[in-house]
């Protein structure tokens, strides 16, 4: 795959199986306007056409991740701000939703390296990945509350999924500013480090040593199975493993393990 930009606000570079894809918008402190929400939904379209990927690291380019929604750029255009909180057809988000949830749809695993500002919609992108990797002093807000909204860009999924509801309504009503280290002990992000980048790296080196079919089964089946009905956990185990034990990868894993040699891995499937 070839270097991309999408909208001239997404960057999307590939290095061997990794796909890079950076907020290209420095200036503004990668703040979001509607070119890059568009340029990140197909940023994402086009990664999961590539079977070859086996991890895209998100990051932002210039002084901070992201800044959140570019207000100003926003609403020049009421009426098409109004039209992409609709639902069109069968879709389950708009484009607000779509460009946070759109990571978590994506088969294999999305590692978030943050830095600078992390404020209101950017947090939520950053929510939608797998993992998120941060510096000590980056800076977290749900912001929403300065402007008299609230977090509408699936916020109130990913945030029940990290924190207990008191924390997370403390953040959501008050926008409090929280440095990284804040953030881990509150569980928004991962872990924190010097250098987030070579940790999301590594973590890519232990991904790609596994089978890229389990992997993806891995993301999807706690993905759907975490809120569900035991019943239905249940039967979402026993519906994944019986496609991998369908699968070539899954033996190459078992004669990897019984020859003790690292292991050869076709494309995911």
Same mark, same amino acid.
């Given at each position: ?12 570079h ?27 939904v ?11 990927l ?17 207000f100003?750029?926003?609403?020049r ?5 109004m039209l992409?909180?609709?639902k069109?057809g ?13 990571? +978590? $749809? ?10 600078? #500002?992390?404020y209101? /919609? *950017?947090? =939520? ?7 998120r ?27 029940r999924?990290?924190m207990?509801?008191?924390?997370a ?29 070579a940790?999301?790296e590594?973590l890519?080196a ?12 891995g ?10 009905? +035991? $019943? ?8 994944e493993?019986f #496609?991998?034990?369908r /699968? *070539?990868? =899954? ?8 020859e003790?040699?690292p ?7």
């Amino acid at each position: 795959m070839q270097d991309m930009l999408f909208r001239n606000r997404v960057r999307l570079h590939c290095k061997d199986d990794i796909a890079y894809v950076s907020l290209a918008r420095a200036d503004k402190h990668n703040g979001i306007d509607r070119d890059m929400m568009v340029g990140l939904v197909e940023a994402c379209r086009a990664i999961r056409k590539n079977r070859d990927l086996r991890a895209v690291i998100l990051t932002g380019e210039g002084e901070s991740f992201c800044a959140g929604l570019d207000f100003p750029a926003m609403t020049r255009k009421p009426v098409r701000l109004m039209l992409d909180f609709f639902k069109w057809g069968v879709r389950h988000t708009n484009l607000f939703q779509k460009v946070c949830w759109c990571w +978590r $749809e994506l088969p294999i695993p999305v590692i978030a390296v943050i830095h600078g #500002r992390c404020y209101g /919609g *950017g947090l =939520q992108i950053a929510l939608g990945a797998d993992f998120r990797f941060t510096r000590p002093d980056c800076e977290f807000s749900v912001l929403e509350i300065k402007w008299g909204l609230v977090p509408d860009m699936t916020g109130t999924v990913t945030l029940r999924e990290l924190m207990p509801i008191d924390q997370a309504k403390r953040l959501t009503m008050t926008g409090e500013i929280i440095t990284g280290t804040r953030a881990a002990e509150l569980n928004l992000v991962t872990d924190v480090c010097e250098d987030p980048m070579a940790a999301a790296e590594d973590l890519v080196a232990a991904l790609r040593s596994r089978s890229p079919d389990a992997v993806s089964a891995g993301k999807r089946l706690l993905q759907n199975a975490w809120s569900a009905s +035991r $019943e239905q956990a249940f039967d979402l185990e026993s519906r994944e493993q019986f #496609r991998l034990l369908r /699968g *070539g990868n =899954q033996r190459e894993a078992m004669r990897a393990n019984f020859e003790k040699r690292p292991a050869t891995f076709k494309p995911r499937r």
